[in-house]
């Protein structure tokens, strides 16, 4: 299971990283998401999946899942929704600013 | 943005007030089982732009007249204070205590410190959430 | 337990988070941030006294014992640089306070550079490598709200590609960590040295202490810099003044920490990776600082000079040429902050960032051209200035290591940066008088109060070297040895 949970990370990866390659800024800001995603996933899926009940005092079982992993994941996912947030405004404005979501119009000497 | 759906508006109007309620034991029961401050911020955040989007963001700006910026200011305010008052009983930063209170009409419950640390998430994570969803649709 | 311990993240906190409520009245503002900011300082004198006298302080945040809960550890290293990122923040909020336009600072500047701050102090005193994350992520948001204020064409494309590279960064973060996590099962950085040591840093240890390298390398900028003089050549003057002290130089820090507390075990390949890469920035920044025609873009590629010049220090190995990196690196932040301060100032009151068109300023602004000459000095490392002292150790630590090509390297890059500062002194200061005073932008005279300080700063680090040099083989001396480290944290309470 966690081999294949390791391919599918790998996979989000891939996608964000082909999507951050492209022109659209939109397209760039959910790259950036999905990539998060899949470092995520490789997050949850290195610390071993589940193993056994759930981390809690009252279930009478031999092995728990590490509670650890969870927590960092929350964590991390928390802050990649504020700065997916923040950026799609900072898109949103540069689109209204400026007209354009390409990065190549975006493209230009400082002395502008 | 001006929706004249009325399916919609009066869906909503039932809606908002299930969510609310739900929001907010989502929010209490954090401490024992699946929820806390952050799920509950999220979920009460869901049910005001839910009404934005039904409505329009004017109407909903005339209903609730807060600075979502001051309400996050104000979570995260509350959140570290609860953590600093230990310093005060010479505990560490963050320490938390619990005791069972017997409530009238709740019966005994256990109450704990930790909670009102998740309070200041829940405010946390309305204002934020709302300044960007608004400061994305106010602007036409 | 020391619970003053948490206060150097608490007060920038709480001070930044207190002025969303009067966001109008700036000079309240100004006040509690200028307060709040004296404060840490003070806090941050009291820890290096304590240290100094009792050793590693640790704060088990809510009474969760290592390695279960998150651990605050305030050694001399972060000690001594949370003293200096106080002070040099405290100068750069001074000289925004002059600098910024009413805009801005009705805009949240103050308050998200109180957050940048408590980023920075809670990277340098976290002993937790997820918290290490948070806290970076806590600054890096700050600063992506800095640098996008204001929202002209340039801001928001530096912003955009700063923010891309910053969250691949982050999440190439997550995955080391959680490889990490997978290997030896902790996170807590005292615990990860007593694992790693423990069961032998083998291969796979190593090629994922090589992710952490490239991790960090694109927080400091080392090697990995491409990003760096677009995106600080974006903000107002004393933002970049802030970033270029801080920002990279947390980086440093997390790779001095990771690679001498952690991942010390095969220096040979680890270490000689940092000091080619070290060499390699060197060498880019160098020219890149000399290529330039553009004041800011001359002042970020010494950003990047310096950060390959202190991590050769650190990639020695080695306890003196440590010693120096660190006392390098303090200089370093200070010296940053006062030039940046000092070319923002420049650009300021000429109105354009092309030193062809600045020329002769120091007939109407002596003390602005004479704080840039003695800054320049400092930053080539002429005696008796602070850059002098550790540029020796390091450069002595490499002849004993036998790294002679890089020494040579570092040697010729100290000649580029200072050839780089003094195009700008001789072009902008000397010259021509091309505007007269009433023509010029802006007065320059907020850079007084945080260019004397800094200034200061510097001399009296350059002079009394012995006194903070003691300071300083304190704070190596826990890097050389783990195990001071690992039982502060496991004994104390």
Known sequence: METFMTIVAGILLTIGTYLVLSRSLLRIILGLS?????????????????????????????????????????????????????????????????????MRELRGENDE | MKFTDTILQTATRVLV???????????????????????????????????????????????????????????????????????????????????????????????????????????????????????????? | ????????????????????????????????????????????????????????????????????????????????????ASIVSLACLIYAFHSTDE?????????????????????????????????????????????????????????????????????????????????????????????????????????????????????????????????????????????????????????????????YHHPEVTHTIMIWLAALTMILGAIGAIAHWDVKKILNYNVIVSVGFIVFGIGLSHADALSGALFYLLHDMIAKALIFILGGAMISIAGTHNLREISGLISHHPALGWLFFLVALALAGIPPLSGFVGKVMILQGGVEKQFYSVVVISLITSLMVLYSVMKIFINGFWGETILSEEEEKSTGRGILIPGSILAALIILLGIGADWAMVYVEQAVEVLVNPSIYINAVFTQP
């Open chain 1, 34 to 102: 999905i990539f998060s995603h899949g470092a995520h996933l490789m997050l949850l899926t290195m610390a071993g999946l589940k193993q056994g009940a759930a981390p809690l005092v009252g279930e009478q079982t031999g092995t728990y899942t590490d509670p650890l992993p969870q927590a960092l994941i929350l964590t991390s996912i928390v802050i990649s929704f504020a700065l997916t947030a923040f950026f799609l405004v900072l898109g949103y404005r540069t689109y209204v600013e400026l007209g354009t979501d390409d």
């Open chain 2, 17 to 140: 007030m299930i969510i609310l309620t739900y929001s907010i034991y989502i929010l209490f029961a954090g401490h024992h089982n699946p929820g806390g401050g952050f799920i509950g911020g999220l979920v009460t955040s869901s049910a005001l732009v839910l009404l934005a989007m039904a409505y329009d963001v004017r109407t909903v700006r005339q209903i609730i007249p807060f600075d979502f910026k001051r309400i996050g200011a104000f979570g995260v305010l509350v959140a570290v204070l609860t953590g600093t008052s230990a310093l005060f009983f010479g505990e560490p930063f963050l320490f938390q205590v619990f005791a069972e209170v017997d409530l009238p009409l709740f019966g005994p419950r256990e109450l704990a410190t930790a909670v009102l640390f998740d309070l200041g998430v829940y405010f946390a994570v309305i204002g934020t959430t709302i300044t960007i969803i608004l400061s994305i649709s106010e602007d036409q």
């Open chain 3, 1 to 84: 337990m020391n619970n003053l311990v948490v206060f150097p993240i608490l007060l920038p906190l709480l001070s930044g988070i207190s002025m969303f409520f009067f966001r109008d009245r700036i000079r309240l503002q100004r006040k509690v941030a200028v307060n709040g900011l004296l404060a840490t300082l003070a806090v941050s004198l009291i820890l290096v006294g304590m240290i100094a006298q009792n050793g590693v302080q640790v704060l088990h945040i809510g009474g969760w014992e290592a390695p279960f809960g998150i651990t605050l550890v305030a050694d001399m290293f972060a000690a001594l640089l949370l003293t200096t």
């Open chain 3, 103 to 263: 805009a801005r600072e009705k805009f949240y500047t103050y308050p998200f550079l109180m957050l940048l701050v408590c980023g920075v102090n809670g990277s340098f005193l976290t002993g937790d490598l997820f918290n290490l994350f948070v806290f970076y992520e806590v600054m890096l948001i700050a600063s992506y709200v800095l640098l996008s204020l204001g929202g002209s064409k340039i801001q928001l494309r530096e912003t955009i590609k700063y923010i891309a590279i910053n969250i691949v960064a982050s999440m190439l973060f997550v995955i080391a960590i959680a490889y990490l996590y997978a290997v030896v099962g902790t996170l807590n950085m005292a615990h990860l040295s007593e694992r790693v040591a423990e069961i032998g840093q083998d291969g796979v240890i190593t090629t994922i202490s090589l992710l952490f390298l490239l991790v960090f390398g694109l927080k400091a900028s080392l090697f990995l810099y491409f990003w760096l003089p677009g995106s600080y050549s974006a903000p107002p003057p004393a933002i970049a003044a802030i970033f270029a002290a801080l920002l990279t130089k947390v980086g440093i820090y997390s790779i001095i920490r990771m690679f001498t507390l952690v991942f």
